[in-house]
């Protein structure tokens, strides 16, 4: 019904900056939030951060400053922008979306989005 394309992903030096995307596409009415995970390895998946449709933002202890999410209803994207990334930063990011599938929906629907590898190393 829902699929996510996340795109961005690449190596960096610290320091450095980079930007994920992610578009969903599908039948669905609207978008209810968006967000990024991330999942090193050896390590638990964690939130990195969400936005609602009302612009609401919640940003991981680890990333805040650092980080920022935005979405574009239009489009349908959603968007991280990453600078002075460290290399505690490299794992693989996941797009995360949930989405109202029709008008008048009384919960949204939870898609997740193919990984993007980020690696920060110099």
């Known amino acids: 019904q829902v699929q996510l394309q996340a795109s961005g992903g690449g190596l960096v030096k610290p320091g450095g900056s980079l930007r994920l995307s992610c578009t969903a596409s599908?039948?669905?009415?609207?978008?209810?939030?968006m967000g990024w995970f991330r999942q090193a390895p050896g390590k638990e998946r964690e939130k990195v951060a969400v936005?609602?449709?009302?612009?609401?933002?919640n940003y991981a202890d680890s990333v805040k400053g650092r980080f920022t999410i935005s979405l574009d209803h239009a489009k349908k994207e959603v968007y991280l922008q990453m600078s002075s990334l460290i290399p505690d930063d490299t794992a693989v990011y996941y797009c995360n979306a949930g989405v109202f599938l029709e008008a008048g929906a009384w919960k949204s629907s939870d898609y997740w989005g193919q990984g993007t590898l980020v690696t920060v190393s110099s």
């Open positions: 599908g039948t669905f009415f609207s978008v209810n939030r």
């Open positions: 936005i609602t449709a009302g612009g609401h933002t």
